[in-house]
């Protein structure tokens, strides 16, 4: 099946500084690839849409100077969450669409901003 | 996309069969039905997917009604590890998740 993969697992960072995570598809290419975010007993809020060699796409309501993505390959994409605060701890989920566009998930990123 | 509702929770006893009932009276007729599954602190999992048949994989079945706004999911022998929360999402491109269906495997 098709495998992404998703780095850190998990990340503490201070107030104010940003955090990248990265987003990759390790057995297909990937043309789409989605950012989501969880709070703790929600379902997935889609945040973006991050499409190969262009901008993303971002939901209502999603800050795009703070939640910054790019995906320069078909196999990569990243979101950096820029001066991070205490109120963007969350789980952050990644998505990557085959060419038949079902979505595999990456095992999700837990962050903690103190 | 398509809005869809679930049972918000099910129990069902090991070895037998778990039906996951799915209602999308809105999809359009380009909108697939996604199953995807997440266990606790884990990313989801897909499933199973369908337009207009039936369909089968190694993990599930998938039922969907002759006028497409509702479906099934089937898992024909649950496991204790089958326990997680299952979402229905009809969708494209973009999937909306909802609220999805608690699913509990009693021993």
């Known amino acids: 099946g098709a495998v992404v993969s998703q780095h850190p697992s998990r990340v503490i960072c201070k107030s104010g500084t940003s955090v990248k995570i990265e987003c990759r598809s390790l057995?297909?290419?990937?043309?789409?690839m989605f950012w989501y975010r969880q709070f703790p007993k929600k379902s997935l809020m889609l945040m973006a849409t991050?499409?190969?060699?262009?901008?993303?796409?971002?939901e209502q309501g999603v800050e795009k100077d703070k939640f910054l993505i790019n995906h320069a390959s078909l196999t990569l994409s990243t979101l950096t969450v820029t001066s991070a605060h205490p109120e963007d701890s969350s789980f952050y989920i990644c998505?990557?669409?085959?060419?038949?566009?079902?979505?595999?998930f990456g095992p999700g990123t837990r962050l903690l901003v103190l | 996309d398509a809005k869809t509702t679930q049972p918000p929770s099910m129990d069902c006893a090991e070895g037998r069969a778990a039906n996951l009932p799915c209602n999308h009276s809105?999809?359009?007729?380009?909108?697939?039905v996604y199953w995807y599954r997440q266990i606790h602190s884990q990313g989801p999992q897909y499933i199973i997917h369908?337009?207009?048949n039936n369909e089968t994989n190694e993990m599930a079945s998938l039922i969907i009604t002759e006028d497409r706004k509702s479906s099934t999911l089937i898992l024909p022998h649950a496991t204790l590890r089958d326990t997680a929360v299952y979402y229905c999402?009809?969708?494209?491109?973009?999937?909306?998740f909802g609220q999805g269906t608690r699913l509990t495997i009693n021993p």
């Open positions: 999402i009809g969708g494209a491109q973009k999937l909306v």
């Open positions: 991050s499409n190969e060699g262009s901008k993303a796409t971002y």
């Open positions: 369908g337009l207009k």
């Open positions: 998505s990557a669409a085959t060419s038949q566009e079902t979505q595999y």
């Open positions: 809105t999809i359009s007729g380009n909108e697939y």
């Open positions: 057995d297909f290419q990937a043309t789409t």
